[in-house]
């Protein structure tokens, strides 16, 4: 990042506010800051003792950002690549929303084990982590169900979803 955002994190971290060039003042006290970085991220993806994936990463840190920054940050927590059950939680999750979106029209959906799996081999890319699976998800399922609703072509209040494997298609029934 450019240095005047380390600066401004600076002052945010030391005074608990920043001040901007017209004098206007935010507090941040009581307020968690959460920072994201992919510093280290081959090594996630390359190593697999987390002992020294996580040792050379503080290394990593130390080089790259400077010690009056890094003195400040209260924890680094570093995040393991995710694997496929990680995968099959978060279509859970996107599952749940979507049913909380369909109740408001009365409906909701069911996914079939098959229609699981294979939303979860289509969205499992370790490098990438979960954004391919959010992708799949609203281009397999919200933008296949969408195209139902619109055209008025279900039957009950409850849809399931599976996946045909000889078409290599989802199927709303």
Known sequence: A???????FL????????????????????????MTSNIGSQLILGEKNPVIRD?????????TLKPEFLNRIDEVVIFDQLEKSNLEQILSIYIDKLNVQLKE???SIEVSTA?????IEEGYDPDYGARP??????????????????SGGFKSHLLKLDFDP???QFVVS
Request: net charge positive.
């Open 2 to 8: 450019h240095p005047d955002v380390f600066n401004i």
């Open 133 to 150: 699976m959010k992708r799949v998800f609203q281009k397999r399922v919200q933008d296949k169900l969408a195209l139902v609703l619109l």
């Open 11 to 34: 002052q945010i971290l030391d005074d608990g506010r920043v001040t901007d060039g017209q004098g206007r003042t935010v507090n941040f006290s009581n307020t968690l800051i959460v």
């Open 105 to 107: 029209r009365d409906l």
């Open 166 to 168: 000889k078409t290599e």
């Open 55 to 63: 040792t050379r990463i503080q290394e990593l840190l130390r080089a």
């Open 115 to 119: 229609a699981k799996d294979r939303l």
